[in-house]
């Protein structure tokens, strides 16, 4: 049904839905927010489904990323670029990483200052995991994000400890 289904009824009941003890519910809510685009690309719906990036559950997890990754190619709004910037600051290390991986998947399309601030910024975690989805979403943001800022990381990237790291890096070039 997707946007066909995207009533505010409906789409009320989904976010009520994310919060569900039943994680296969939650997941399920996810996808079916996704479906509706950018119908459901609304203020109420976008930090629900940033909250759900950290669920203790990764298939749920996963769900809202893929989510927030359809409305974002249809409707890459500022509540969802917000949301996700936002999200690049957040305690849980999985959360950011998940949404560095969204920012990545839509593109070019999101290719702001934040974007690439927040970005650049999570270069620095502590985590190697995050590091690594920054590097891939500001590969796959492209042109934009080659300022001095992000060249500057780049290069200092090539020491990182983790070798994936120096390998994302080297892809970038």
């Known amino acids: 049904m997707g946007e066909k289904a995207a009533t505010s009824e409906v789409i009320n009941r989904l976010v009520r839905a994310l919060g569900d003890e039943n994680l296969d519910v939650r997941g399920k809510a996810c996808d079916a927010l996704g479906k509706m685009s950018e119908k459901a690309a609304t203020s109420e719906v976008i930090p629900r489904l940033v909250s759900a990036l950290g669920d203790k559950n ?73 590091r690594r989805s920054a590097w891939d979403a500001l590969d796959q943001i492209g042109g934009k994000a080659a300022m001095s800022e992000v060249i500057s990381r780049i290069m200092s990237a090539l020491d990182d400890e983790n070798w994936d790291i120096r390998s994302s890096v080297c892809d970038a070039f």
């Not at 749920?60 to 949301?83: E, F, H, P, W, Y």
């Not at 305690?91 to 650049?120: F, H, P, Q, Y």
């Open 58 to 130: 990764f298939y749920v997890r996963s769900r809202a990323c893929d989510a927030l990754v359809q409305m974002g190619k249809k409707a890459a709004t500022s509540v969802m670029i917000n949301g996700l910037v936002s999200a690049l600051g957040h305690e849980n290390s999985d959360v950011r990483r998940r949404a560095c991986d969204a920012l990545g998947k839509m593109g070019k399309k999101v290719a702001t200052s934040e974007v690439i601030n927040g970005l650049v910024s999570a270069l620095g975690h502590e985590n190697s995991h995050v």
